[in-house]
C-alpha cells in the first residue's frame, strides 16, 4: 500500500516535476527537541511531539508522524519545497539547507522550522545569529530601512547590505561574540532573501570570495557559491571570546538590477563539524 500511495501523489503533483531529480541530502534534521524531518530521494517524513511534559519533555498528548514526497522548485536562484503529505495536506516553504542546517520559511519573517542534523546529541544549541556586539565597516539606509548588521538573524525579507559606492568590495563586518567556548564554525546565507520576493536574489549583488581572519590567529581566502543556501565554515582555530572574527568581502556575484552587495544570514557555533 504505501508504494502504491507514493505513486499516487507522484501522479497528483505530475510527473515533470521530478524530471530534474533535485533531492535534498539524506539526513534527518532535529527542531530541538520536538519535531525531526527526514529527507530520502523524493520522500520526507515528519515526526511531531504533541505538548510535552516541562519537566522532562515526555510527551502529554499523542505525537504526530506523517509520510509524503516533494519536490524542490528553482525560482530565481532560491530553493521553495513543494511537499504533499500522505493526508492530501499540501505545503509550501521557503527552504535553505546544507548537509548540516534546514531552515524552512512559510513566509517573510521568523523561521517555522529550524532543524539541524542528528549527530548523537542536538546541536543546534551551540548555533545563534551574530551578537549585538558586532559591528560593520558601512551599511545602507533607504528612506526609514535601516539594513544594518542587526538584520543578520533568523528572519528572511531583511538583510546586512553594505553602504558605500559600487559593489562593498572590502566592506567589512566584525563579529564579536561573548561565548566563554571558543566559536569553531560559521553558516552563512548569502544574498536578499525573501519569500515573496525571490527576483531580490538574482537582482541584488552576493558576495562571492570572501577573507575570514582573527588577528594573530589566521586568515583564509573562501570562494562562495551562489547560493542563499548555507554556507558551512569550519574555522581552523577557535575563536575566543576576547577575539573579534573579520569578514571582507573580496569579490561579488553582481547583480542584475543593484549593486547592493546582501548577506542574509550569519550563524555563529561553537560545535565542531
Known amino acids: 500500500m504505501k508504494h502504491l500511495f507514493y505513486f499516487l501523489l507522484f501522479l497528483a503533483i505530475g510527473s515533470s516535476a521530478f524530471s530534474q531529480e533535485r533531492y535534498l541530502p539524506e539526513n534527518t534534521y532535529i527542531n530541538y527537541p520536538f ?9 520526507i517524513k515528519l515526526w511531531e511531539a504533541g505538548t510535552v511534559d516541562p519537566v522532562d519533555y515526555s510527551p502529554r498528548t499523542p505525537t504526530r508522524n506523517l509520510n509524503g514526497i516533494y519536490y524542490l522548485e528553482d525560482i530565481d536562484g532560491v530553493d521553495y519545497i513543494n511537499i504533499h503529505w500522505e493526508n492530501n495536506q499540501k505545503e509550501k516553504f521557503l527552504i535553505l539547507y546544507n548537509n548540516d542546517l534546514c531552515y524552512l520559511y512559510k513566509t517573510d519573517g521568523y523561521v517555522y522550522f529550524r532543524g539541524f542534523q542528528i549527530r548523537g ?6 548555533t545563534s545569529p551574530v551578537s549585538n556586539r558586532s559591528t560593520a565597516s558601512s551599511h545602507l539606509i533607504e528612506g526609514n530601512v535601516v539594513y544594518s548588521i542587526d538584520k543578520l538573524n533568523e528572519r528572511i525579507g531583511e538583510c546586512w ?17 561573548w561565548f566563554g567556548i571558543d566559536l569553531n564554525s560559521i553558516h552563512i546565507s548569502t544574498g ?3 519569500f515573496h520576493r525571490p527576483h531580490l536574489f538574482r537582482q541584488n549583488s552576493r558576495p562571492k570570495k570572501i577573507e575570514l ?4 590567529k589566521f586568515s583564509i581566502i573562501l570562494d562562495l557559491d551562489d547560493t542563499p543556501n548555507f554556507h558551512t565554515i569550519n574555522l581552523p582555530v577557535g575563536v575566543g571570546r576576547n577575539d573579534i572574527l573579520v569578514l571582507k568581502i573580496l569579490e561579488v556575484y553582481e547583480g542584475t538590477r543593484y549593486e547592493d552587495t546582501c548577506i542574509n544570514m550569519i550563524l555563529v557555533d561553537i ?3
Open 35 to 43: 519535531m525531526t524531518i527526514s529527507f530520502k530521494n523524493n520522500e
Open 213 to 216: 581572519s582573527v588577528v594573530n
Open 161 to 177: 547590505v553594505e553602504g558605500v559606492a559600487g559593489h562593498g568590495i572590502k566592506e567589512t563586518l566584525y563579529i564579536n561574540e
Open 271 to 273: 560545535s565542531k563539524y
Open 192 to 194: 536578499f532573501v525573501s
Open 121 to 126: 546529541g542536538a546541536p543546534g544549541e551551540l
